[in-house]
């Protein structure tokens, strides 16, 4: 069974904008999954189907089915989300700007409750896959870098513990040695703890050198879809779906 799966779902906002439509795919158990495609193809709204927050922006799923481990989630409460382990870094990151590096971090651990012990070790476990933050403890999130600030969000995720992670553009807009760098801890919190992760992502080099499967979308339609070794060998599918980026 997989963790995750998206049956031929369909997101319209506002009623009447159709935004993706027939969209399957699934994230299996201890896997990345690399959601690609151009701007605008519709790859934030299937990642905020899936989390809940598409109704925030007005939007709702019309037909289909969210699955997480098998439990049907369509349209559930991000936070009950949350607590059964799914979280989302949104697009932009969205963090705190005048709280604490540290602070932002521990409202992620909020929704469970811990204790002074548990929230410390936990803090423990951020710094270790993020030691810049570590450096950065006790500054203002807002006056941090671009790749920091993303380094804050993805940590304030990982506080919830969560089994799946829903990543939003986690390169827009930072310099390819910092996008390298959290591809790296992504690659690193999948192996040593198995966290999975569905990531939405328009740079298709970086993205098919870490995932283990992708779908590329397409006006908001799957246009394909394989193993990510498998796309990044495909040189149609970067001319027409990915404005011509060429895999590494």
């Given at each position: 069974m997989p963790l995750l799966e998206l049956e031929q779902i369909e997101v319209i906002y506002e009623n009447v904008i159709l935004a993706v439509r027939g969209v399957s795919l699934s994230v299996e158990q201890g896997r990345i999954v690399a959601l690609l495609g151009a701007n605008g193809a519709g790859k934030s709204t299937t990642l905020k189907?899936?989390?809940?927050?598409?109704?925030?922006?007005?939007?709702?799923?019309?037909?289909?089915?969210?699955?997480?481990?098998?439990?049907?989630?369509?349209?559930?409460?991000?936070?009950?989300?949350?607590?059964?382990?799914?979280?989302?870094v949104l697009e932009g990151r969205h963090c705190f700007g005048h709280l604490t590096v540290e602070d932002n971090l521990k409202t992620g651990a909020f929704l469970r409750r811990p204790s002074r012990g548990e929230l410390a070790t936990d803090l423990e476990r951020?710094?270790?896959?993020?030691?810049r933050l570590r450096t950065r403890r006790r500054s203002l999130a807002g006056y941090t870098s671009g790749g920091e600030q993303q380094m804050i969000a993805i940590g304030r995720a990982l506080m919830a513990r969560p089994r799946l992670v829903l990543l939003d553009e986690p390169s827009m807009g930072l310099a390819p040695q910092i996008v390298e760098?959290?591809?790296?801890?992504?690659?690193?919190?999948?192996?040593?703890?198995?966290?999975?992760?569905?990531?939405?992502?328009?740079?298709?080099?970086?993205?098919?050198?870490?995932?283990?499967?992708?779908?590329?979308?397409e006006n908001g339609v799957i246009a394909a879809h394989d193993s990510a070794q498998a796309l990044a060998g495909h040189q149609d599918l970067h001319a027409f779906y990915l404005g011509g980026a060429q895999a590494a």
């Open positions: 189907a899936v989390s809940g927050l598409v109704r925030a922006e007005r939007g709702e799923v019309v037909r289909g089915r969210v699955r997480l481990s098998g439990q049907d989630i369509t349209g559930a409460d991000p936070a009950r989300l949350a607590a059964a382990g799914l979280v989302q951020i710094y270790q896959y993020f030691p760098e959290i591809f790296e801890i992504v690659h690193a919190l999948n192996r040593d703890e198995g966290v999975s992760f569905l990531l939405a992502e328009q740079n298709a080099a970086v993205a098919l050198r870490y995932a283990d499967y992708g779908y590329v979308l």
